[in-house]
């Protein structure tokens, strides 16, 4: 059976039908208590996917006017503020083209409807400063090797590199696909999507499952092996070898050009069955290695990496692919190894048209971050897509928003940039009682702005540990310069405050002086 990935549910229009507002219900307070005995932390990765690609979220559909387009973007942006997300995981370059002013390649057809026009303004440049603005983190979503969702190569627009080069691209399956065995293209699409990275203010750089489409000679790149092949046991090895190149190779230029962007993959979720490897997880479902050359527990164990978030798109106890088999198998390839690992969540199959019984369970989808938090090496979770975390139909987002994010989460800090250098500690200059709540007035020190606060309220004066986990955080409010302004409306008279910087990277400073609500 084959891994049900984003290769199986790329459900265009059916999906962006899904744009049709649906009401969106109330949360418990950022300050609600912790339950069942849960420390919440404090730092999660909380995303989810805005897919692009046939204009599955955003756009809705292409032509829309620049004004239309920007609002849409902002009600996501809504959304993920009311289910409690910290980023957002955008698709920027879905099909050999672009969402911002691309020397390399066109812009998208899934912004005007014609590939190559331009929209009107910088989508790129809007996304990220709206998203900040909401004290989010911003991760951009490319595609590297998928060149158009349609077969003939005559319909890319006559500028497209694929038009100028005929013998990078290969069609396949009704797609068209750059060739990953052509030393040339793997250089040029890492310059297509380094493009972005060194000229935006981007958080990170992200891939889904899309390698190689398939393990097949009918993917005809026999030319391209016969020339580069030499050395290698068979088309398979120098195919996996190819897409190792890209991982490797993107990670030593996200370093060089900004260390501070988080670089990571999400894959399909079996990197290989126990049956055909003793090191494969204890399932029965499509390998990534063998069927999409794309060998991602080696990446982790090598370090290319700065975080993985396979996606585990099954429901506890399925016979083929168990939920609660691939976590531990997951926890233990990324234990000791300084990856992250995320866990890419189906919120598309709850409640679907189609699924089995188990996914109109409501408490399935609780029921994998419940069980997530056995296991230490999961720092979060990515949801897919944004249209079912907004649709809900079961109402299981709500339930699971309701029990695992009672606090607010820093997003996560990775291993290697842990040592920089933090924020200044702020001043919390004031904690007035009013008529509605208390306001508190935070003033930045130093030269830098930071890119959010952190707010923790107490019942008395800190004591060791209050600033470890997310038990006393009640809010994240976004620095939009030097000094800033938060009401807390559930604030009293014994209510004592601190306030830490949180730069973009999520290194924290130490915490303000307390003021005590007057």
Same mark, same amino acid.
Do not use: C
């Given at each position: 059976?084959?891994?049900?990935?984003?290769?199986?549910?790329?459900? &265009?229009?059916?999906?962006?039908?899904?744009?049709?507002?649906?009401?969106?219900?109330?949360?418990?307070?950022?300050?609600?208590?912790?339950?069942?005995?849960?420390?919440?932390?404090?730092?999660?990765?909380?995303?989810?996917?805005?897919?692009?690609?046939?204009?599955?979220?955003?756009?809705?559909?292409?032509?829309?006017?620049?004004?239309?387009?920007?609002?849409?973007?902002? #009600?996501? $942006?809504? $959304?993920?503020?009311?289910?409690? $997300?910290?980023?957002?995981?955008?698709?920027?370059?879905?099909?050999?083209? #672009?969402?911002?002013?691309?020397?390399?390649?066109?812009?998208?057809?899934?912004?005007?409807?014609?590939?190559?026009?331009?929209?009107?303004?910088?989508?790129?440049?809007?996304?990220?400063?709206?998203?900040?603005?909401?004290?989010?983190?911003?991760?951009?979503?490319?595609?590297?090797?998928?060149?158009?969702?349609?077969?003939?190569?005559?319909?890319?627009?006559?500028?497209?590199?694929?038009?100028?080069?005929?013998?990078?691209?290969?069609?396949?399956?009704?797609?068209? @696909?750059?060739?990953?065995?052509?030393?040339?293209?793997?250089?040029?699409?890492?310059? #297509?999507?380094?493009?972005?990275?060194?000229? @935006?203010? !981007?958080?990170?750089?992200?891939?889904?499952?899309?390698?190689?489409?398939?393990?097949?000679?009918?993917?005809?790149?026999? =030319? =391209?092996?016969?020339?580069?092949?030499?050395?290698?046991?068979?088309?398979?090895?120098?195919?996996?070898?190819?897409?190792?190149?890209?991982?490797?190779?993107?990670?030593?230029?996200?370093?060089? #050009?900004?260390?501070?962007?988080?670089?990571?993959?999400?894959?399909?979720? !079996?990197?290989?069955?126990?049956?055909?490897?003793?090191?494969?997880?204890?399932?029965?479902?499509?390998?990534?290695?063998?069927?999409?050359?794309?060998?991602?527990?080696?990446?982790?164990?090598?370090?290319?990496?700065?975080?993985?978030?396979?996606?585990?798109?099954?429901?506890?106890?399925?016979?083929?692919?168990?939920?609660?088999?691939?976590?531990?198998?997951?926890?233990?390839? =990324?234990?000791?190894?300084?990856?992250?690992?995320? !866990? &890419?969540?189906?919120?598309?199959?709850?409640?679907?048209?189609?699924?089995?019984?188990?996914?109109?369970?409501?408490?399935?989808?609780?029921?994998?971050?419940?069980?997530?938090?056995?296991?230490?090496?999961?720092?979060?979770?990515?949801?897919?897509?944004?249209?079912?975390?907004?649709?809900?139909?079961?109402?299981?987002?709500?339930?699971?928003?309701?029990?695992? @994010?009672?606090?607010?989460?820093?997003?996560?800090?990775?291993?290697? $940039?842990?040592?920089?250098?933090?924020?200044?500690?702020?001043?919390?200059?004031?904690?007035?009682?009013?008529?509605?709540?208390?306001?508190?007035?935070?003033?930045?020190?130093?030269?830098?702005?930071?890119?959010?606060?952190?707010?923790?309220?107490?019942?008395?004066?800190?004591?060791?540990?209050?600033?470890?986990?997310?038990?006393?955080?009640?809010?994240?409010?976004?620095?939009?310069?030097?000094?800033?302004?938060?009401?807390?409306?559930?604030? &009293?008279?014994?209510?004592? @405050?601190?306030?830490?910087?949180?730069?973009?990277?999520?290194?924290?400073?130490?915490?303000?002086?307390?003021?005590?609500?007057?």
């Amino acid at each position: 059976m084959s891994s049900p990935t984003r290769r199986t549910v790329l459900r &265009g229009l059916a999906l962006a039908a899904a744009a049709s507002a649906a009401p969106l219900p109330a949360f418990a307070s950022a300050a609600s208590p912790a339950t069942g005995g849960y420390v919440p932390p404090l730092r999660q990765m909380r995303g989810m996917w805005i897919a692009s690609v046939v204009n599955i979220n955003w756009p809705s559909k292409p032509g829309l006017t620049v004004e239309q387009q920007k609002a849409e973007y902002l #009600a996501w $942006l809504d $959304l993920a503020q009311v289910r409690k $997300l910290n980023s957002v995981f955008v698709q920027i370059r879905p099909t050999a083209d #672009a969402f911002w002013p691309s020397p390399y390649e066109p812009w998208s057809e899934y912004l005007t409807g014609t590939q190559g026009q331009d929209p009107g303004y910088d989508p790129l440049a809007f996304l990220v400063e709206e998203t900040h603005r909401r004290g989010l983190t911003f991760h951009a979503w490319f595609n590297p090797y998928r060149v158009s969702m349609q077969p003939d190569p005559a319909k890319l627009h006559p500028d497209h590199p694929g038009r100028k080069h005929p013998d990078w691209i290969i069609p396949y399956g009704g797609k068209i @696909y750059y060739n990953p065995g052509l030393p040339e293209v793997r250089a040029f699409v890492q310059d #297509a999507m380094m493009d972005a990275v060194t000229r @935006y203010d !981007i958080d990170g750089l992200h891939f889904d499952d899309y390698f190689y489409p398939v393990n097949t000679t009918a993917f005809d790149d026999a =030319a =391209a092996f016969a020339k580069y092949g030499q050395g290698f046991p068979d088309l398979a090895a120098w195919r996996r070898n190819n897409v190792d190149l890209l991982v490797s190779e993107m990670q030593q230029r996200v370093l060089a #050009a900004k260390p501070e962007v988080a670089w990571g993959i999400s894959p399909s979720g !079996i990197w290989r069955n126990k049956s055909t490897d003793p090191l494969g997880s204890d399932t029965a479902g499509g390998q990534s290695y063998d069927n999409l050359h794309a060998d991602t527990r080696g990446w982790v164990k090598k370090g290319w990496l700065d975080y993985i978030a396979p996606q585990i798109y099954w429901y506890i106890g399925q016979s083929n692919a168990d939920y609660a088999k691939l976590v531990p198998w997951w926890s233990g390839v =990324a234990a000791g190894t300084g990856t992250e690992l995320w !866990i &890419g969540q189906a919120a598309y199959k709850a409640g679907a048209a189609g699924q089995p019984a188990e996914w109109f369970r409501p408490d399935e989808l609780t029921n994998h971050l419940t069980l997530n938090r056995s296991h230490p090496e999961v720092g979060g979770d990515i949801w897919y897509n944004s249209a079912d975390v907004r649709d809900d139909r079961i109402g299981s987002v709500t339930r699971t928003v309701a029990a695992h @994010y009672t606090r607010p989460a820093l997003p996560p800090l990775l291993p290697r $940039l842990a040592h920089g250098r933090a924020p200044e500690r702020p001043v919390l200059v004031w904690a007035k009682r009013g008529s509605g709540g208390v306001e508190l007035r935070i003033q930045a020190r130093g030269h830098e702005t930071p890119f959010q606060y952190a707010v923790f309220r107490l019942d008395g004066p800190a004591r060791p540990g209050d600033f470890d986990d997310a038990r006393n955080l009640v809010a994240l409010v976004p620095a939009t310069g030097k000094q800033a302004r938060w009401v807390d409306p559930e604030g &009293g008279g014994n209510s004592h @405050y601190y306030v830490t910087a949180v730069d973009r990277v999520s290194r924290q400073s130490a915490p303000s002086d307390v003021r005590r609500a007057h």
